[in-house]
């Protein structure tokens, strides 16, 4: 059979540009469900990266249209969280340096998100000068409605409270807006293994009980992937690499705890070992059929490699 093999269709096990693209939108779809200073970086540079190779795939003959509608949906939620992107990133002038440092040359609309927001600022002046009893009856109907409109969401409303308090360094916050949470909450294990940890860094015996309570709704691996999480953004990067450690030892196939001690290593400036996390990741991945983790953790390896002036190890076969 002749002819040559497509950019979207190349044999399994090789990471084509297509691999990345699916990889670069996948994660781009992970970091919008909520944005924080954290990931507002590479939330930016994974979807800039992710237009230039659709347009390059586009260009060479490769069906794209479905990387295109989800790169059109993510263009579209970016506009709707307009706020929480720019706030993410230090305000309208942090975001407008990061942006161009990025990726300079571009200027769609969901892009220049400091633009979307003085659209929206001039848009409701306007709206303010044209009626102000007018919008006062809309915002009393807003307010009888709001149980309707705005749905209570105590878990994403806590979780966001905590991101803002430790940004802050404030733990105190922090566990209060757990505390909140759970009151509406009590068995969420998610809140469950943020109130275990901020107690624990508090040195308060209470929060084993909380940890106890998670694992038992978890089990054993989702709680120790759970718990990693939080302790990355509380920058406990030991723990983490101990803990899943522990799983790497006792699961058959442990990609996740893999890619997740290379975050931590990552962190610690330990880039070898970081490398050597997210080569086995990619290889349990690629062997178990998990093909966004699989390409993610090559995306990653090479943006790492890069960083990091490695040599690019043995491909996986």
């Avoid at 507002?40 to 540079?45: E, T």
């Amino acid at each position: 059979m002749s002819g040559e093999m497509s950019k979207l269709q190349q044999e399994v096990g090789i990471l084509n540009e297509g691999d990345v693209l699916r990889a670069l939108i996948a994660e781009s779809e992970k970091a919008l469900v909520a944005v924080t200073s954290e990931n507002v970086r590479s939330l930016l540079s994974n979807v800039a990266e992710a237009h230039r190779l659709l347009d390059e795939l586009r260009a060479s003959g490769a069906d794209v249209r479905a990387e295109e509608a989800r790169l059109q949906s993510i263009e579209e939620r970016m506009i709707k969280q307009a706020k929480p992107i720019v706030v993410a990133a230090g305000g309208d002038q942090a975001f407008v340096a990061l942006r161009r440092t990025i990726a300079p040359n571009l200027d769609a609309s969901w892009w220049v998100l400091e633009e979307v927001l003085a659209a929206n600022r001039r848009r409701r002046l306007k709206q303010l000068a044209a009626g102000l009893a007018a919008l006062a009856v809309i915002g009393v109907i807003g307010f009888l409605l709001r149980g309707v409109l705005f749905p209570p969401n105590p878990v994403g409303d806590a979780l966001f409270a905590v991101q803002a308090a430790l940004r802050d360094g404030d733990t105190a916050r922090a566990l209060q807006a757990i505390e909140r949470g759970l009151e509406a909450a009590p068995a969420n294990p998610t809140l469950l293994v943020w109130r275990g940890a901020l107690l624990e860094r508090q040195n308060d015996p209470a929060g084993v009980a909380a940890f106890e309570a998670a694992r038992a709704a978890l089990g054993e691996k989702d709680f120790l992937i759970e718990k990693a999480q939080a302790y990355l953004m509380l920058g406990e990067n030991d723990q983490v690499i101990a803990d899943m450690t522990r799983l790497i030892e006792t699961e058959p196939d442990p990609a996740e705890a893999h890619f997740i001690r290379a975050t931590a290593y990552e962190n610690k400036n330990q880039l070898w070992q970081a490398l050597q996390d997210l080569e086995a990741a990619a290889e349990i991945a690629q062997r178990t059929g998990n093909d966004t983790l699989f390409a993610t953790a090559r995306v990653r390896m090479g943006v790492l490699m890069q960083s990091a002036g490695a040599i690019a190890p043995t491909a996986t076969p």
